[in-house]
């Protein structure tokens, strides 16, 4: 997978390059690119935004600059070209600082845009192919033979998107191409994203119900919830099987040693051995939890007789209950 990231803050996506996601550039499972939107402005002042149209407060960012910015990043061409995948923090520390032109804020000025993946040089096979961006099947990007559509999909974060869930990163997980547009101040003329629609599949998605000043950090997010279910990036195959929200519920609680901490004991059936019974007592658990904390997930699990007793105990279905 190969994600790019258009900011005015190179510096905010640093922390791609950490933990999860610099193992898996490492590995060669994945290359990241984060592009200045201000490489595409025109002036001096390297001006990005303007005030809007209608009137009201903020500030707009401008189609000018943004639908160059969509086009070179879709095509890899212009000032996307030049843009160094990140490199992970541990080959920053094995190979010392101060290596090769280290960017001025951390977009990166090394290198040229490979990662071993051998991944890279394909995109934006629909460039100019069409003029309608809209629709599934045979737009642009679709390339023939699989009927499958390859324009890479740009992903939008702003405030009044549709909600980014699991779900939304399981299907994202599959993806060749993820392009993050990261706006600013009141957001992007509306424009652009309908006009990359011709070179894009497009979402306008939102992390939650919250205002934040910026893109930035809600794609660190949905980066990071992608990038942990791709094969090979996670250490161990099963955990993200049990995660929350995987099977609908919240996860219970978790234990390790010592077995009594502080006077508090860690629950005997852990101890037991008898796996049916924990399996049975971690669905319970997730029950309870689920129930208390996000009673409305439960309308869309599939509830046997014994999970549904297990509810009534919390109240549930009663007139306080959830
Ligand atoms: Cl995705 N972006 C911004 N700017 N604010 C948000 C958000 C995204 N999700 C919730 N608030």
């Not at 549709?162 to 424009?191: H, K, M, N």
């Not at 990359?196 to 998605?205: P, T």
């Not at 007789?305 to 306080?320: A, I, K, P």
Request: net charge negative; glycine share 14%; charged share 25%.
């Amino acid at each position: 997978m190969r994600i790019d990231v258009v900011t005015i803050f190179p510096g905010y996506l640093d922390p791609l390059r950490h933990a999860l996601l610099g193992k898996a550039i490492e590995r060669g499972i994945m290359t990241v690119a984060v592009h200045d939107l201000r490489s595409w402005s025109h002036d001096v002042h390297r001006t990005v935004d303007d005030s809007p149209f209608g009137g009201g407060p903020g500030m707009v960012m401008v189609p000018t600059v943004w639908g160059p910015a969509l086009d070179d990043v879709a095509a890899l061409t212009g000032p996307a070209a030049e843009s160094a995948p990140l490199e992970t923090a541990l080959a920053h520390k094995a190979a010392g600082p101060a290596v090769a032109g280290s960017g001025a804020d951390g977009d990166g000025t090394t290198g040229s845009v490979t990662d071993g993946s051998g991944r890279e040089g394909d995109p934006g096979e629909g460039d100019g192919s069409g003029t309608t961006g809209s629709g599934s099947g045979s737009g642009p990007g679709d390339d023939g033979a699989t009927g499958r559509d390859d324009r890479p999909l740009l992903i939008v974060p702003t405030p009044a998107g549709a909600p980014f869930t699991q779900e939304t990163a399981a299907r994202w997980s599959t993806e060749d191409r993820l392009v993050f547009a990261c706006g600013r101040y009141e957001g992007i003329d509306q424009r652009v994203v309908d006009d990359a629609a011709e070179r894009y599949r497009v979402e306008e998605v939102s992390i939650g119900d919250y205002v934040l000043i910026g893109g930035e950090v809600a794609v660190l997010v949905m980066a990071e919830a992608v990038v942990r279910l791709i094969p090979g990036v996670l250490g161990n195959r099963a955990s993200h099987e049990e995660d929350s929200f995987q099977d609908g519920l919240l996860e219970g609680p978790c234990y390790t040693r010592p077995r009594v901490w502080r006077g508090r004991e860690v629950p005997d059936v852990l101890l037991s051995g008898d796996h049916a019974k924990v399996d049975r007592w971690r669905r319970d658990e997730s029950l309870r939890r689920t129930v208390a904390r996000r009673p409305e997930l439960l309308d869309a699990v599939e509830l046997d007789r014994r999970d549904r007793e297990v509810l009534r105990g919390e109240g549930w279905g009663t007139s306080d209950g959830a």
